[in-house]
Nanobody, 120 residues
Framework: VQLQASGGGLVQAGESLRLSCAAS????????MGWFRQAPGKEREFVAA???????VHADSVKGRFTISRANAKNTVLLQMNSLKVEDTAVYYC???????????????WGQGTQVTVSS
C-alpha cells in the first residue's frame, strides 16, 4: 500500500489550501482514511478522519475551518483547509486503515508528509 500526499505550500493567514492523498495497492472505499500533522518540536497530532461522505470526525482545533472528504472512485482523501492560521503550520501526513477507538485513530498505513506553512 502506498499513500501519496500533495497540495502543501506557503500561504498567508486567512487563505486556503487543499491537500490530496491518493492510495494505491488496495481499495479503501470502506476503510477509514485521515490526516495528521506535526509542527516543529511537537508531537504528531490527529486532524481528521473519514469513513465515507456521511461519517467524518475533525479535531476541535480545526472544526469549522477544515473539511475532510473522500473521492472513493479515485481512492483519494482530501483535506480542504480554510481560514488558515499561523499555528496550522506543520507537516501534514495522510493515513489509512487501522483502528479508530475511543477518539483515538491508529492508522495501519502512513503517507509521506507534505509541508504546509502559513505566514502572518
Amino acid at each position: 500500500v502506498q499513500l501519496q500526499a500533495s497540495g502543501g505550500g506557503l500561504v498567508q493567514a486567512g487563505e486556503s489550501l487543499r491537500l490530496s492523498c491518493a492510495a494505491s495497492g488496495r481499495t479503501f472505499s470502506s476503510i477509514v482514511m485521515g490526516w495528521f500533522r506535526q509542527a516543529p518540536g511537537k508531537e504528531r497530532e490527529f486532524v481528521a478522519a473519514s469513513w465515507n461522505s456521511e461519517l467524518t470526525v475533525h479535531a476541535d482545533s480545526v472544526k469549522g475551518r477544515f473539511t475532510i472528504s473522500r473521492a472513493n472512485a479515485k481512492n483519494t482523501v482530501l483535506l480542504q483547509m480554510n481560514s488558515l492560521k499561523v499555528e496550522d503550520t506543520a507537516v501534514y501526513y495522510c493515513a489509512a486503515g487501522g483502528t479508530y477507538k475511543g477518539g483515538n485513530y491508529s492508522p495501519a498505513y502512513w503517507g509521506q508528509g507534505t509541508q504546509v506553512t502559513v505566514s502572518s
